[in-house]
């Protein structure tokens, strides 16, 4: 229920704090005192439509906000946890409206969109006046209303479970047959581009591998043909140690003719001699070490620019080849196996069809069941509220073949305000009044079924009096015996069965500008208030009198 309405700076309010109770609460006071202030703040508050004019002269903003306390596991709660904001303790919302035109948007202090606060707004709290342009619009709702009135919501959850079984299926078999079916039309090209990526058989990060091995191996290619080019320096037959050693063996036999001269230079020869042998070692050595064999290079770049050139003959990524091969496999496996496939998946969407459209009928014929129990019970409540020639009207139409989430079923509300007119969409036909009783009358007939918690109800008594107003306040009794009812009144029999009674008034500030206040009246006040709404400005003892009556008459009387 709403528990707490704080406003700032908007119109003709400065500060107000209205802490509200359970039960039936009115709110009088004379014309242009405030009332429709009130609601139009209360309005910003659950994501009306804002505008700078709602800021109070002389004010940068104004601020309305709207405490409210459900239950644990009210729908309002599921909304904000679905839309990531915390639930915990109260559901707080705030309003600023700038001067500007700008405003701004506060749930449980965490900011969120005018949107979001509508959505919001519409599981807390109805609006209903004569001029009505919230309640009911969408049609929508007059179904989830007669489900909610029939007891119905379970089959119709359980519906909507079947419908989306039933749609995926569809959707399944769709993109399986439109798969099939292209898949038929480029079968050869599958054929074989599938046989030739197998055979190619790339693996995912082999470009990589090949490119570094390629990179690595061209590098010792060119350290190979150096090392070879003095291996043949050295060991060919242009090698200058086989002339060096026969050098050596002359000296030697000459060595005895001048040792003094010859000594010198063959050992000079020899040391030169070691130093090739094993220059020749390390080259033997180096040439062991490399890993380079030309039939492997040659090897490496075919499967390299083998690969490369799939790549670019199936315009995609070396990377992705290996993905493309698996498709291609997967593609012509669906396609053999697509006509058992596809009738498979043609039997289980019709098996889905058939099951939602037993349960679509079922709970068709259990909607027809509630929409005339529903009828009756509306019509019974028309002829206190002065609409006994009227007649209230489920309009009920059917149609098999246009299955949707919901149903099968089109339901509105049609009204026929007198006998021989021709019926038609309430919102449409009936007139500022009348519509106001019908939807008092619907809403009896609910009772707390499908309703938000907090009901408001805006001078829906206008322009009826005595048994007329009288049962509606009987009316408005009986609704706030399940829900929280605000009412704004002008009729003194609808504010004597309230549990709570608020004054609204307006007079002059310290600045002389004027502001609008609101209280709680208490036993003596409020049969003040009340005489004057039966006398009017000049309130005599006979209608203090009345007044004591018509509050001793309700309080004797049950809701």
Known sequence: MLAQLSIRDIVLIEKLDIEFREGLSVLTGETGAGKSILLDSLSLALGARGDASLVRHGADQGQVTAVFDVGINHPARLFLRENEIDDDGDIILRRVQNSDGRSRVFINDQAASVGLLRELGRHLVEIHGQHDDRALIDTDLHRILLDAFGGLDGKAGRLRVLYKQWRDSE???VKHRAKVEAAAREADYLRASAEELDKLDPQIGEEDELAEKRALMMKSEKIAADISEANDLLSGHESPVPMLAALVRRLERKMPEAPHLLEPVINAIDEALDRLGDAQGGIDAAMREIDFDPRVLESVEERLFALRAASRKYSVPVADLAALRDKMDADLLDLDAGAEKLEL???????MRAAYDAAAADLSKERRQAAQALTEAVSEELPALKLERA????????DAENR?????DNVEYWVRTNPGTRAGPMMKVASGGELSRFLLALKVALADRGSAPTLVFDEIDTGVGGAVADAIGQRLARLSANVQ???VTHAPQVAA???THFLI???PGESEQMRTSVRVMGADERQEEIARMLAGASVTDEARAAAERLLRENAMQPV
């Open 171 to 173: 959707n399944a078999l």
């Open 505 to 507: 008034a307006k007079a």
């Open 345 to 351: 998946l043609e039997k289980q969407a019709a098996s």
């Open 391 to 398: 007649e209230f009207i489920v309009n009920l139409e059917t």
């Open 404 to 408: 949707n989430a919901d149903g099968i």
């Open 485 to 487: 009812v605000l009412s």
């Open 497 to 499: 069965r309230a549990s």
